[in-house]
């Protein structure tokens, strides 16, 4: 059972991570046969551009809140001690060796 839930889960975040790419894709293909103007020029297209998706635009904008996000930054300040040359070592790693056993 969870090994199943992971699949379709795993599954479904693929799909997630796949659909704006796909998404492009067949919109770029749906224009594939558009008229693109190359005139540098000023002038005027008597023929409109018509798509779905290009034309999309929310109705209601009433849904998104109009909350004021406040940011709050941090700063941390640390104090550093200079370097000294003596180094002190803790009576339990005293008895250790100084470097690592030899490789064969």
């Known amino acids: 059972m969870q090994q199943q839930f992971k699949k379709y889960l795993s599954i479904f975040f ?3 991570l796949l659909f704006p790419l796909a ?18 020029e000023k002038h005027f297209h ?3 551009h018509s798509c779905s998706i290009c034309d999309f ?3 209601d904008s009433n849904n998104f809140s109009t909350t004021d ?6 700063a941390q ?3 550093f001690h200079p ?3 003596c180094v002190t070592i803790p009576y339990a790693y005293s008895n250790l060796p100084s470097r ?5």
């Open 14 to 16: 693929l799909f997630l």
């Open 23 to 40: 998404e492009k894709s067949i919109h770029g293909l749906e224009h594939q046969k558009d008229i693109h103007c190359t005139a540098i």
């Open 46 to 48: 008597e023929q409109e």
């Open 57 to 59: 635009t929310l109705l």
């Open 69 to 74: 996000f406040v940011f709050i930054l941090t």
């Open 77 to 79: 300040s640390f104090s």
């Open 83 to 85: 370097f000294s040359q």
């Open 100 to 104: 690592a056993p030899p490789l064969s």
